[in-house]
């Protein structure tokens, strides 16, 4: 039995502000200090979590354009 589970427009806005962070994090490159095994790892988590995102069917008018360029 599957359940239908509605979300609010405050739900969304913070899954895409969520999103939003990922991608602000990728596109600002590996912090100075930061070692290359550890950002490997942050843009990995952080490219799933737009996929995962981009897998949603909740999405309205949002952009997701910079979620998709990100995740690739």
Known sequence: MS???QI???EIARH????M???NLI??????????EDWA?????NKEHL???LAKDFWTTED???LQAASV
């Open 3 to 5: 359940e239908i589970i």
């Open 8 to 10: 609010t427009a405050e």
């Open 16 to 19: 895409y502000s969520a999103a």
């Open 21 to 23: 962070d990922s991608v």
């Open 27 to 36: 596109n600002a490159g590996q912090p100075e200090g930061m070692s290359d």
């Open 41 to 45: 790892d942050t843009v990995a988590r």
């Open 51 to 53: 996929v995962i995102m």
């Open 64 to 66: 997701l354009s910079p």
